[in-house]
């Protein structure tokens, strides 16, 4: 993994930390260490993940539209497009999983495949706290789906210490 990598924050990631352990008053350094880290072009996320984030009514939403808002990209270009369209098409082709699990996958709010297909375009490292437990059939974990197209995945503790990200 090459220093310049940008990692692309899934919805989870931020979701978790802020309701358990980075809570916002037990951890205040992982929110500003995150700021940093995007404001130096190294994290992001995208729009899709902030709608997801913003049905909430918590202090992460407050946060995000505070702080970090002009982190989340557009994920709507037309090789972003190009990139979900093929997802959506080895999506379907995937007999593990049941049409109710596609289908919710192929819902155009779904946020997982749109973050595959923007680190696709833009060579981004995922962060999600998703396995590749190749059991699980209640939806399409990113971690598959990133191994089937080639994108690198990390969870949260691996991006600290590739990002260089330490609490003082």
């Not at 437990?133 to 399409?140: M, R, S, V, Y």
Request: with cysteine.
């Amino acid at each position: 993994m090459s220093s310049s990598q940008i990692f692309l924050l899934d919805a989870n990631v931020l979701m978790t930390a802020a309701r358990h352990y980075y809570a916002f008053d037990i951890a205040p350094c992982f929110w500003t260490s995150l700021s940093q880290k995007a404001e130096n072009g190294e994290l992001r996320s995208i729009d899709r993940v902030r709608d997801e984030i913003n049905r909430g009514n918590d202090e992460l939403v407050k946060w995000i539209n505070q702080s970090f808002l002009k982190y989340f990209f557009e994920s709507d270009s037309s090789n972003v497009l190009q990139k979900y369209t093929e997802i959506m098409s080895w999506s379907q082709g995937q007999n593990r999983y049941s049409p109710a699990v596609k289908n919710d996958f192929a819902r155009f709010d779904h946020a997982d495949p749109w973050l595959v297909a923007y680190a696709l375009v833009h060579r981004c490292i995922i962060v999600t706290l998703e396995s590749a437990d190749p059991a699980t059939k209640k939806k399409i974990p990113i971690p598959i789906i990133c191994e089937a197209f080639g994108v690198t995945w990390i969870n949260t503790f691996d991006m600290l210490r590739h990002a260089q990200i330490q609490f003082g």
